[in-house]
T-cell receptor, first 114, second 115 residues
Framework: AQSVTQLDSHVSVSEGTPVLLRCNYS??????LFWYVQHPNKGLQLLLK??????LVKGINGFEAEFKKSETSFHLTKPSAHMSDAAEYFC????????????FGPGTRLSVLP | NAGVTQTPKFQVLKTGQSMTLQCAQD?????MSWYRQDPGMGLRLIHY???????DQGEVPNGYNVSRSTTEDFPLRLLSAAPSQTSVYFC??????????????FGPGTRLLVL
């Protein structure tokens, strides 16, 4: 069975400082991994995804994530936080045994302080 | 393209009432799905469909029905609403549903309150 752990329910950073949102997954097969962002009272938007190509994945708005199979991790980073990055972030796993059935982590709320 | 649309945006129901949440997509996607979002739990899959006439249950299907008569539409029916169904509901779609790496596109959500 697949599962996702997001180690921090809330992360607070100052504007201009780095962002690190942690994600660990469990999957029986070769997984695909996604990060989605949800701004307040909005739907979910894809930030980036890993699908067994390059292990360092670049996404929109300066975010990137690195797939580390040995650590079963897919942490999301950004060098410099912007006020507009304040949102809820979800790590998602999907593996080829389950097709498109996404399994979501519980989410990490990112606050950006001025 | 409008993408994935959902109606209504917000609904209040009394316990025992029924209603249908509408979802439509204009991207000719085969795969469509319904999730519910509850605080601290991420999104959980209710039902999904891999094409017109084909539906299946997800993680939390009890109390919900779906049908898929067309490629475009995937309504979610609450047969007899309960306070435990108070949640935000998201519809999503993807191209075929056969590859794990396909991106799912989400609608804006329907916020449901059951009193």
């Amino acid at each position: 069975a697949q599962s996702v752990t997001q180690l921090d329910s809330h992360v607070s950073v100052s504007e201009g400082t780095p962002v690190l949102l942690r994600c660990n997954y469990s999957s029986s097969y070769s997984p695909s991994l996604f990060w989605y962002v949800q701004h307040p009272n909005k739907g979910l938007q894809l930030l980036l995804k890993y699908t067994s190509a390059a292990t360092l994945v670049k996404g929109i708005n300066g975010f990137e994530a690195e797939f580390k199979k040995s650590e079963t991790s897919f942490h999301l980073t950004k060098p410099s936080a912007h006020m507009s990055d304040a949102a809820e972030y979800f790590c998602v796993v999907s593996d080829h045994n389950y097709g498109q059935n996404f399994v979501f982590g519980p989410g990490t709320r990112l606050s950006v302080l001025p | 393209n409008a993408g994935v649309t959902q109606t209504p945006k917000f609904q209040v129901l009394k316990t025992g009432q029924s209603m249908t949440l509408q979802c439509a997509q204009d991207m000719n996607h085969e795969y469509m799905s319904w999730y519910r979002q509850d605080p601290g739990m991420g999104l959980r899959l209710i039902h999904y469909s891999v094409g017109a006439g084909i539906t299946d249950q997800g993680e939390v299907p009890n109390g919900y029905n779906v049908s898929r008569s067309t490629t475009e539409d995937f309504p979610l029916r609450l047969l007899s609403a309960a306070p435990s169904q108070t949640s935000v509901y998201f519809c999503a779609s993807s191209y075929s549903g056969r590859e794990a790496g396909e991106t799912q596109y989400f609608g804006p959500g329907t916020r449901l309150l059951v009193l």
